[in-house]
Each structure stands twice: as C-alpha cells, then as structure tokens.
C-alpha cells in the first residue's frame, strides 16, 4: 500500500467538519500528554516510534482500518517510517506533513462577518496552538491584531484580497506565542501599537495605545475603539470595532477567563482583572461580538471554525463571569492555576525585543499548548 | 571534557529523527555490556527521545554535553549488574556513608563508574578510576588507607573492592547501593 501526505490544512478541515480520524502519535509520551492534535471524533494511540524500530506486528490489530489512520510526529521523518512500516504491512496510512511542528504553525483564515460599511473582518485559527489573530479590512486598507509570528501568511492574505496594511496591533505582551506584530509593520511600512503600560521594557520604537484612542481604516471609517481592560496584563487593552466586535485578547475567552499571573503579579493584578470583565464589559452593549485571543479547547469551536460568541451569552455562559463573591473569584484565578506556557518568560523578552532567538528556537519555544486562561 | 571517555563514539550530526535512535539502536549492539557509547547530534528533539529510549530498552542514559549545536549524547550498555551476587565483606550503605561525610569531607571515596558517569554526577572529592584501569592505577592509592568504593549499584565497586584487597588493601567498604540513590551532596564537571 502506497502512503500519503496529509497536511494541517486537510487536518484542520476534519476538526472544523468534526470529522473521524485515528491519530497513531509515535512522540515520547510526555510529548503526546502534554499537547496532541484535538479534534472532536479523533482517536488516539500513542506508541514512541522507537519503541517500533523493530517491527509494528505488534500493534496491528490496534489500528482501525474503517477510518483514515494519521501517523504523526514532531516533524515528519519518524512517522513517514513508521508509516512505511504500517504500509509493508498492507495497511493504508497517512502521515502529518511537517509534524507537530508544521500544525503548530498552521492558520486558518476564517471570515466573521461583513462590516457595516463595507470590508471584512477574519479571524486566523492557529488550531494546533489555540491563538486566535484579527485582519480587519475596509476598502483596500488592513489592519491586524494579536498577530502571530508566521508574518509571512497575514502578508499573503492581504495581498490576495488586495489589500494594504497600515495599522498593527498587540492587546498586550504576550507570554505564549512570540508576536509577528513588529515584523509586520516593518516589512509593510504600517504603525505598530501596543499599551504603554506593557511595553516599559521594550527596546524598539512603537505608538502607544491608549484608552479611548480611535484608529480609522478605509475611506468609510472602520472604527477601532481602543478600551483600558488591564487583568491579564497591567497594559491590556481590547478594541472595539465597527460597533459590532469586541476583541477581548487574553481578558475574557469564550469558556474562560485570563489569568492575571503570567508576568508575575497574580495577586497585584486580580483586582484589574475582576474591575475588567465584571465593570468595564459590563457596561458594553450585550450584543456586541466577543472575538478573543485564543481557545482553549476545542468546545469553543463554531461549526464553520470560528470562534465568537455574542457578550451576552458569556455572561450567561461563561463561569468565569458568573462569580458573585470577590474572594471566590481571587481564588479561582490565582489558585490551582494550570501550568505555565513553554518558555513564557523567553517569549515575553522576544516580545520586548530583549533576545532574539532564531526561528528554529522560537519554533521550539512556542511548542505546546497556550495555557493563558482559568476556567 | 577531555576525561570523557566513551568506547565507541557514533557520529549522527546533521541527521534528522529518526535517524539518530535507529543509528544508535544499531550501534548499541555491537558495544559490549557495561561500554559507554557517545552519540553526536544535532537534532534538538534527540536528547528526550534517547532518553526515553534508554529508559524504555534498560540502557542507562548518563547525560548530555552541549558543545554549539552539537549534543554529545553519553549512554551506557545494559548490564546484568545488579543480578551478581556481592562477594566483599565490607560494606557501608549510602546513609552511613553521607553522614561520614558530613563529619569528614576528606574521607577517600573511590568511583570507580565510568568517566562519563563521573563527570555528569558524582560525590565531591571522589577519585574517578574505572573499574578496567583500576589495577594499573594502584599506585593513586595507599594500601592503608580506608577507601569507600562506589559505582552506580555496588556491582562494580564490588568487584573493585575485592581486587583492592587482593592486592594488600585493608580497610576497604562497598558503597551499597551507590550513585543510582545517592541522596547526599554531588557535583559535576557538566552544567
């Protein structure tokens, strides 16, 4: 039997489309453990494939043929022969092309609506990761938010669509993924933004964000309404845009909340944090959009891949919204917090433009899951 | 490290997963038991999974050496060590041995692991003679002296002792069990 290539893109299909699947993982088990490919009807068996070196007679009978079998590792060779072996063996697989590594880094452009006035705005699923990254388009201007550091693919897109870059944004410092924000605007000659408040070690030039600053895109005025929300970060700041859209970055998830301890201050920061989502969001037209910087799990998935919810229906949803007593809510959110992300303290100096690690370790940095939120 | 000794050195730079385990796995068969294979790569990804090679197939992974962008993997064939039944009469367990330490930091302890075992972990102050270069080396020690013998899990430094009192030795103890659960205080030549 011949193998073949499956790449994240037709893997992200199968999440989106809750598709079956049988994942054979062949990484060391604290590898699989701690972040695997998610998909609602997946199926998983995690076998290192040097522990196959010899032979995969042994878990044959383990490996279903009703459904596509993916063979996936860190960056493809192990599986390709692991794959090879399973197909001596007459059986039908494919392998991840690229790996873990390549599903980290994959986006999925997906569009959430139409602007009143015209222009779009897309959300770009980082499926393998969790992060979540904005363009919002109007009459041949771009501007991006929370982007990525596969700049390369925001480039692409507004190209294909037509349009130029002018604004990037950052809603904060990040601490789980290094931001592609500054790269942007360079290679695209568009300011970049972020909250003064995160941005006091920074080392490279940027414009401040600030509360109430209004940022136009396009002749009809897509409005980006910057808003104050610290908590996940002092700085932190959502947007709202086109009346319609609140872009809650790391402040408030679909089914959960930031965590206030990712640049060391859980408990200075708490008290930010309950005033932003139980004051400042509160105060916000239940209607509006909520479009945040990452998921969690892959519940928070829309049926087309998208992830939003209206603000409303979190505040009826949302646990992390629905705590009447502070001190409850301090516990939660600085108690049994889950662990902290890969190399959150290196990927904030990437950030701040401190250290600059090569592609090959920023890849290794971001390895694994987000972990930015309490639920 | 220029006291790392390793009987067989296995060049896998600039080869990617899974090469250097199958290279490994293959190499690991011609080396005797108790041998110190060194692997050179340069893929990131192989010190977990080496690791977790050795743990799975029961080799003994000793440590990793950065040198640029190679890893200089040191790994240790299986032996049936612990199986061989323990002829030295002295013998002092690693509690006794710890708390005379404390009181006399220069009691002479003498590993007698390999090289590569030492420098990635071993008591301060021991002497590092292999177990196979021990009868040249006599002459490092005093045959009065009390010498505590250690190695990874008394097998070896068994051994050790009964060829030291073989040879004149007088006050020789076996460290039992030795590194595998040492408790007290280390030191290594590696970071």
């Known amino acids: ?23 054979l993982d062949v990484r060391n088990e604290n ?22 070196l010899d032979g995969v007679e042994g878990i044959l009978d383990k490996i279903p ?16 022969m692991v794959a090879e072996m399973l197909s001596d063996a007459g059986m039908a697989v494919s392998y991840l092309e690229g790996g873990m590594k390549a599903w980290s880094e994959h986006l999925e452009p997906v569009k959430i609506g139409d602007l009143k006035d015209g222009g779009e705005i897309y959300q770009f699923v980082r499926i393998g990761k969790g992060c979540l990254s904005y363009m919002v388009v109007s009459n041949g201007e771009a501007a991006i938010i929370d982007a990525t550091r596969m700049t390369h693919l925001y480039l692409e897109f507004a190209e294909s669509i037509g349009a130029k870059i002018n604004h990037v944004f950052d809603t904060h410092l990040h601490a789980d993924h290094i931001s592609g924000g500054r790269k942007i605007a360079e290679k695209a000659g568009a300011t970049y933004w972020l909250p003064p408040k995160d941005a006091t070690e920074v080392t490279f030039a940027y414009e401040p964000l600030v509360d109430g600053k209004d940022v136009e895109i396009g002749k009809v005025n897509i409005n980006i309404h910057a808003l104050y929300t610290p908590g996940h970060t002092i700085g932190s700041t959502s947007f709202i845009v086109d009346g319609t859209y ?5 402040i408030l998830f679909i089914d959960s909340i930031g965590r206030p301890d990712l640049a060391g201050l859980a408990q200075d920061w708490v008290g930010d944090l309950r005033e932003s989502l139980y004051k400042r969001y509160k105060d916000l037209s239940e209607d509006l959009i909520v479009l945040p910087a990452h998921f969690m799990i892959i519940d928070e998935l829309n049926e087309d891949g998208s992830v939003s919810e209206k ?29 902290q992300p890969n190399a959150y303290q290196e990927i904030r100096e990437t950030n701040m433009g401190k250290i600059n690690p090569d592609d090959e370790k920023q890849r290794e940095m971001e390895i694994g899951p987000n972990r930015c939120a309490v639920r | 490290m220029e006291n790392l000794k390793a009987n067989v050195i296995l060049d896998a730079k600039g080869l990617a997963c899974p090469m250097p385990i199958v290279k490994t796995k293959k190499a690991m068969k011609e080396l005797e038991a108790g041998q110190v294979l060194e692997v050179q790569a340069t ?8 690791k977790a090679w050795a743990e799975s197939t029961g080799h003994q992974y000793i440590g990793t050496l950065e040198e640029g962008d190679t890893l200089k993997h040191y790994l240790r064939k299986s032996s049936s060590d612990e199986t061989i039944e323990k002829k030295h009469p002295h013998v002092i ?33 021991a002497i590092s003679i292999p177990l196979e270069e021990l009868e040249q ?55």
Not at chain 1, 312 to 338: C, Q, S, W
Request: charged fraction near 30%; charge should be negative; include cysteine.
């Open chain 1, 1 to 23: 039997m011949a193998i073949t290539r499956m790449n994240s893109a037709e893997v992200t299909k199968k999440v989106f489309n809750k598709e079956q699947l049988f994942i």
């Open chain 1, 31 to 52: 590898d699989f453990q701690d972040w695997k490919i998610e998909g609602e009807n997946f199926e998983y068996l995690n076998i290192p494939y040097f522990e196959l």
């Open chain 1, 65 to 80: 043929t009703e459904k596509p079998v993916l063979v996936v590792c860190a960056k493809e060779g192990s599986s390709i």
């Open chain 1, 246 to 250: 609140l872009l809650s970055g790391d």
């Open chain 1, 311 to 339: 603000l409303g229906a979190l505040y009826r949803k949302n646990h992390g919204l629905k705590i009447e007593d502070e001190n409850e809510f301090r516990k939660m959110v600085t108690e049994n917090l889950p662990p």
């Open chain 2, 43 to 50: 893929d990131k990804g192989s010190k977990a999974d080496l």
């Open chain 2, 93 to 125: 367990n690693n509690d006794e041995l710890v708390a005379k330490l404390d009181s006399d930091e220069n009691l002479v302890v003498l590993d007698v692991r390999e090289t590569a075992e030492y420098a990635f972990n071993h008591i301060p102050h």
């Open chain 2, 137 to 191: 080396r006599l002459g490092e020690l005093e045959q009065d002296q009390e010498i505590y013998v250690v190695c990874r899990t008394g097998s070896r430094s068994d051994l050790a002792a009964q060829k030291l009192t073989e040879k004149g030795f007088t006050k020789v103890l076996n460290v039992v069990p030795g590194m595998s659960q040492w408790s007290g205080e280390t030191t290594s030549f590696v970071k």
